[in-house]
Structure formats: C-alpha cells, structure tokens
C-alpha cells in the first residue's frame, strides 16, 4: 500500500524533469548546426495520484505491481511539424545510450479505432539517485502538431462525457481524425516539394561554380 505518493512519484518527477531537459537540448543542437530539427515542442508529465488511482481500477492492476504494469506514470511528448520528423525522432530515440527502448507502438500507420494517431515508446530511464541507480519506465509519444490538437480535444470530449459520448460525436471524432491525416500528408508532400527545390538549386550552384573554376582565359 503506497502512503507516501509524494515520495513514490519523487523519482518520476526527476526522470521527466531530465528528459525534458535533453530533448530540447537535441533541438537545440540541431538548430546550433543549421540544420533542420525533427522536433518542434517537448513536453513532460507525471501522472496525477488521482488519474492513477482511476486507472489502477479500471486496468485491475495491483498496486504492488504499479511500476511493472503502468508505464506511463512519466510521459515526455515530443511534436514535430510533420509526419516523416515522427520517424526521424523514433531513430533518435534509438541510436541513444542512456535509455532502453522497451517498446513501440505505431499509432501513426496503424491509428486506433477513435483515429488516434501517435508513436509510443517505452522506455527503460537509468536514474542516478542517493541510493544508486534506479530504472524508471517512461512512455514518450511522438506526433504531429496536428495529431496533438485531435487527441487533446477528443481528450477533453471524453472527459467530459465520462468516455461515453454519443455515437454520432464518435463518428465526427473519427472523419476530424482522418481530415487531420490529410492535412498532415499535405504538409509532408509541400514540405518535400520545398527540399527537392532547394536541393536542385544547390545542385545547380555547384556545377555552375565548378564549371566557372574550370574556365581557362587562356583560351
């Protein structure tokens, strides 16, 4: 039986606190190189005692077994600008030494029922404390800013409607779910219309700059 949630959630608080602080020091990197960065917002939470009292019930979890079983007491939401960057921050994600990644969901290409979209990592986060390391688990979600506006307004519908809205709600959830899709793909092909353009132009610099280099007066 957990007394002390304060004290229970203290080491969450510090995994989400810090990785926060890293992902928006890899944006920042990104942004130091000129280069374009995969990531447009980071944001973190921990779970409320209440939200996890709730969902001990509604999932039949045991308390003793919270921390195996509930892996989204800490959340880190990463939003890009578009589709592709969702990948592009997965394989990041990946490549790196201090966490394990313990599990995907691509909500993304395989959207749930509702037409929630997103990526689901959860991760193993070695967290260095008085007492040694400890591993905490983390769920990062990644999506579009588009995804982000669907799921935190049919958040605030299913709140309010207790998780039973109407059917025809349920239906316009779903067509705004798949408007949003759509406008996301709009953005990735206008976004790589614009990259293809401004490739071709430096390729087209370049072998003028070349050809110019090349030119011999003496002729």
Known sequence: MINNWEKFLRPYEQAVAELKVKF?????E????????????????????????????????????????MQDLAGIRIMTQFTNDIYTVVDLIR??????VLEERDYVTNSKPSGYRSYHIVVEYPLETIDGERKIL??????????????????????????EYPEDMEG????????????????QEMHQEISDSQQALRNHTKRETLSDENFDLSE
């Open 24 to 28: 928006k020091a890899l944006r920042e």
């Open 30 to 69: 990104y942004i130091i190189k000129g280069a374009e960065t995969p990531i447009e917002f980071v944001t973190g939470r921990v779970k409320s005692v209440d939200a996890i009292q709730e969902k001990l019930v509604r999932r039949h979890v045991d308390e003793e077994r919270l921390e195996q079983d």
């Open 172 to 187: 316009k959830l779903r067509e705004v779910a798949e408007l949003t899709f759509k406008v996301d793909e709009l953005f």
């Open 95 to 100: 490549d790196r030494n201090d966490m394990v």
């Open 138 to 163: 983390v769920e990062i979600q990644i999506r579009t800013m588009q995804m982000n506006v669907w799921a935190t307004i049919e958040h605030a519908i299913n709140y309010k409607y207790e998780g």
